[in-house]
């Protein structure tokens, strides 16, 4: 997922929010990653987001709040990322369409949105699955890179 957002060109001081942060190991990944960027988790389950908090603490660059991301406004958004489950997906999809700008980079561990066309994918670390990169809203079968040929 780092790697694919790195080549996404995101703007230094970018906004990246981070759906279902759970323990917040990927919020950490990112600051560390993307040192000026603002990185924003979110995390519905209070002890997960107690977890994040504590981990988090002591990085500048990072947030996690104890919030359904359903309920949140993503608008000031360059990416987002997600490690969520397959029944999220097509309700996330509609989502976001209504929450984040044209342009908006949307990146998905293994569990991808059936009715959008990623730009870029990629085998994800460890036991996880692939990772997709989609240019929101992604809905041009042509915009991907020969996924669809
Ligand atoms: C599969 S876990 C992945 C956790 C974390 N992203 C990771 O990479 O380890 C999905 C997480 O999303 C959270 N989640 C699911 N729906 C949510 C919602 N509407 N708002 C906030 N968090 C949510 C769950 O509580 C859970 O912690």
Redesign the pocket.
């Known amino acids: 997922m780092l790697l694919l957002l790195r080549d996404a060109n995101l703007s230094k001081s970018a906004v990246i929010y981070?759906?279902?942060?759970?323990?917040g190991?990927?919020p950490i990944a990112l600051a560390k990653t993307f040192l000026d960027a603002r990185v924003k988790g979110?995390?519905?389950?209070p002890f997960?987001c107690l977890v994040a908090r504590l981990r988090t603490w002591r990085l500048p660059n990072v947030s996690v709040a104890a919030?359904?991301?359903?309920k949140f406004d993503l608008a000031d958004a360059d990416a987002v990322t997600?490690?969520?489950?397959p029944s999220?997906m097509s309700r996330l999809s509609k989502f976001l369409d209504e929450k984040v700008r044209p342009g908006t980079v949307v990146v998905t561990?293994t569990f991808w949105f059936r009715d959008r066309s990623p730009a870029t994918i990629k085998d994800g670390p460890g036991l996880r699955g692939a990772v997709a990169l989609y240019v929101w809203p992604a809905t041009s079968r042509r915009a991907s890179t020969g996924l669809d040929s």
């Open positions: 981070d759906l279902g942060c759970g323990w190991s990927l979110m995390e519905i389950s997960p919030k359904n991301f359903y997600c490690y969520l489950m999220a561990v």
